[in-house]
């Protein structure tokens, strides 16, 4: 199947067309990883057409970006209007929003000041794991690739060089015929989703592993623990041995691209019942509650 574009792209503080939005073969980013980016969502809602988190997401960039210290030539406001402007070009309500910064041509050697240059590029994406796997639920497996080690490279930075990693555990578990992987940190245990992250429900509450186990801090992730709170549901970040993946109550996967993904099994072995649980409803029912005009949205979330 031949991959369909959008029309235009916003580069460098130009909307430019798709095809004109162009990286020389000798920019920094293309090869050593050196680029920091986002997945934002843009959501049809029952006040017009939102970005989720729109702001939270752009700061996040900076962040990523403060940590390899490489320098954005814009601000956030800066970068939320890109954003609106590409969804805008391209006559898009609902969409997914890619802003990337990466270190451009201007330099050979690993420490090189290289320009950066900014895209926010947008497209149609759809359910990430699958058309139905929001209802029905996916089968996992546990990678037999681990995340990096804390002092290794940042977990926590968002940036293309991580998504290496990603990449293992994603195509190992679609291999191996799996909706997606699941990778342990280097202590052993329970880190995250080739791109999302992880929530397990015992007994009603729900436990997620801590920043600490090479996780990308997710912005899905602070949402469910801010809405679960605020219905009473405890939420717990420990660190959680493997074995729980088999005896949890019910499991699921979160993060932008992935919304809020149910995991029926794990390594073959059936989460619960094999079935989403009422907790993970629950969570799905608040968190599209916020597009569909449900849950009100009380913390100003959609931009
Ligand atoms: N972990 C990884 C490795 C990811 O790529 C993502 C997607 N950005 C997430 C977690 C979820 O993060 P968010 O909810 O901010 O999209």
Same mark, same amino acid.
Not at 150 to 164: R, V, W
Not at 174 to 194: D, K, N, Q, W
């Given at each position: ?5 959008? *029309? ?11 095809? *004109? ?27 017009? +057409? ?20 490489? +320098? ?25 929003? %890619? +802003? ?26 759809? %359910? ?6 929001? *209802? ?102 420990? *660190?959680?041995? %493997? ?18 993904? +149910?995991? %029926? ?39």
């Amino acid at each position: 199947m031949t991959q369909r574009y959008p *029309d235009f792209i916003w580069h460098n503080g130009e909307i430019k067309r798709w095809q *004109d939005a162009t990286v020389h073969v000798m920019a920094h980013g293309l090869h050593y990883g050196s680029s920091v980016f986002e997945g934002i969502r843009s959501y049809d809602t029952n006040h017009g +057409p939102k970005i989720f988190r729109l702001s939270d997401h752009n700061r996040r960039l900076f962040a990523s970006a403060k940590i390899y210290e490489m +320098p954005i030539p814009y601000t956030v406001d800066q970068l939320n209007q890109a954003c609106r402007d590409v969804l805008a070009a391209n006559k898009m309500g609902q969409g997914y929003l %890619r +802003p990337i910064a990466y270190r451009d041509l201007g330099g050979f050697g690993l420490s090189a000041d290289c320009p950066t240059s900014v895209a926010v590029a947008c497209w149609d994406m759809g %359910r990430y794991l699958g058309a139905d796997v929001i *209802d029905r639920g996916i089968d996992a497996c546990v990678s037999s690739w681990q995340r990096f080690a804390p002092n290794t490279i940042p977990a926590g930075a968002k940036a293309g060089g991580n998504y290496l990693s990603g990449q293992l555990v994603a195509r190992e578990a679609r291999r191996l015929g799996f909706g997606e992987g699941i990778a342990l940190a280097s202590t052993g245990l329970l880190s995250e989703g080739a791109g999302e992250n992880l929530f397990l429900v015992f007994e009603g509450a729900l436990h997620t592993p801590p920043v600490s186990a090479a996780l990308l801090n997710g912005i899905t992730r602070n949402t469910i623990i801010t809405l679960a709170r605020s219905v009473g549901i405890d939420v717990v970040e420990r *660190d959680i041995p %493997r074995e729980y993946l088999y005896l949890c109550d019910e499991l699921f996967m979160c993060g932008t691209a992935a919304e809020i993904t +149910p995991i %029926r099994s794990v390594d073959g072995r059936d989460v619960g019942t094999g079935k989403p649980g009422p907790v993970t409803r629950k969570i799905q029912e608040m968190f599209f509650g916020l597009f569909n005009g449900t849950t009100p949205d009380t913390h100003g979330w959609l931009e």
